[in-house]
């Protein structure tokens, strides 16, 4: 039986944990090639291995998407490998929360290199190759789902920064979509509430206390949850854009 996406090619960013890691294997189920990219070598080794192991295709690129030679070289590296791109999932991220007053500065450049720089880097390297995945006779269409964050539809307090890089991808995304969509370049930003991953790992802790005594989750998302997600988005009938997408756990307010 030929899967929803045989022959076709996607890129998922900060794949060595979480949500990127789910995602490459099951965009591989669905037919998927899929090039893995973070900075982690051994954990995308191992990725790469165990979608193998389970039948699939997939392939290593380490790069550090905040430096912008290094993004153009992952997307140039995987169109010498296949020839093609049909999918960017614009999913690395780094969530530093914290007063505004007295902040490390250093943590806000950090984020704002890769919850938006980075993705910027990717985005405009792999669009040239999109545009033209979207115009042949595989699919007709290509897809970028870039992962956003509730905290891209409201603001809290002590997630100043992390709030404004999220809102500005939410507004990139669609300003995007509107550019792009008629050349059958779909374009859809997806919004997880609390999902078990690293992420808030990253944090002091301070701030990890600080977010667990202010609510604690019965029961977050998974990675897998967000990666059936990210597959329904590119597995829709070419006539079909699903522009923007908000998971919640059903047992968060």
């Keep these: 039986m030929k899967l929803r996406l045989t022959g076709t090619i996607a890129i998922v960013t900060g794949a060595s944990s979480g949500i990127g890691d789910a995602t490459a294997r099951r965009l591989a189920e669905h037919g998927a090639t899929v090039a893995v990219v973070a900075r982690r070598k051994d954990r995308l080794e191992a990725l790469v291995n165990d979608i193998e192991a ?30 093609r791109l049909d999918i960017l999932i614009n999913n690395a991220g780094l969530m530093l929360l914290g007063p505004i007053v007295g902040a490390d500065i250093e943590e806000w450049e950090r984020m704002i290199d890769i919850n938006q720089k980075g993705l ?3 985005t405009n390297a792999a669009l040239p190759h999109l545009l033209t995945a979207g115009e042949d006779g595989l699919r007709g269409v290509a897809d970028i789902v870039n992962i956003s964050s509730i905290a891209g539809r409201q603001a809290w307090a002590n997630y100043g920064v992390y709030n404004m890089t999220k809102f500005g991808v939410n507004g990139f995304t669609e300003a995007l979509r509107q550019e792009v969509t008629q050349k059958y370049v779909r374009v859809g930003v997806l919004e997880p509430k609390a999902v ?20 604690t989750i019965p029961e977050p998302l998974e990675p897998q949850d ?13 006539r079909a854009s699903i522009a923007e997408l908000w998971n919640m756990p059903t047992s968060q307010v």
């Design 120 to 122: 910027l880097y990717m």
């Design 54 to 83: 389970a039948g699939g295709t997939a392939f290593a690129v380490e790069a550090d998407i905040t430096q912008r030679p290094q993004s153009e070289q992952a997307v140039n590296t995987v169109i010498e490998r296949f020839g």
């Design 196 to 215: 078990a991953t690293e992420l808030v790992s990253h944090n002091s802790d301070t701030v990890k206390d600080m977010i667990t005594a202010a609510k």
């Design 226 to 238: 967000i990666a059936d997600s990210i597959a329904f988005m590119v597995t829709r009938p070419r």
